[in-house]
């Protein structure tokens, strides 16, 4: 399981842009965590960016896989049907579920979710 943001565990870093122009400022190793945007997410397919991607619904989770992005962010209300959705059709994108306590965590794993994301981190 994936967790991003727990003070006890290091993780990668990620970058919060709002602007293809936020790019040209983050670090090469980072990925790079945004809104769902459709022009954000053709710039940083075409040029191969990590990236994670906030998204507010299935259609957007839909969309964010056919660009290859790393990691999709969901919020805890629709976790379960967009893992559904990535583990059916084997998608390379791994879904994670925003959380704001650890107390979280064991009930995402427990729904098979990829992993979770806290909060403050986006």
């Known amino acids: 399981m994936i967790l991003i943001g727990d003070e006890n565990i290091k993780y990668e870093e990620i970058e919060k842009i709002n602007a293809i ?10 990925t790079v965590l ?10 940083t397919q075409e ?6 991607v906030v998204t507010k ?13 790393k ?16 583990n059916n059709y084997m998608l390379d994108s791994k879904i994670l579920a925003i959380i704001e306590t650890s107390e979280e ?14 909060k403050k981190v986006i």
């Open 57 to 69: 619904n299935l259609q957007e989770v839909i969309y964010a896989s056919s660009f290859d992005v």
């Open 71 to 86: 990691y999709i962010i969901v919020t805890k209300g629709i976790a379960k049907a967009a893992q559904n959705i990535a």
């Open 21 to 30: 122009s936020d790019i040209q400022s983050t670090s090469s190793n980072s």
């Open 105 to 118: 965590i064991v009930e995402n794993a427990i729904h098979e979710i990829d992993g979770v994301i806290y």
């Open 34 to 43: 945004y809104s769902f945007d459709f022009e954000i997410l053709r710039y």
């Open 47 to 52: 040029n191969n960016i990590a990236s994670a």
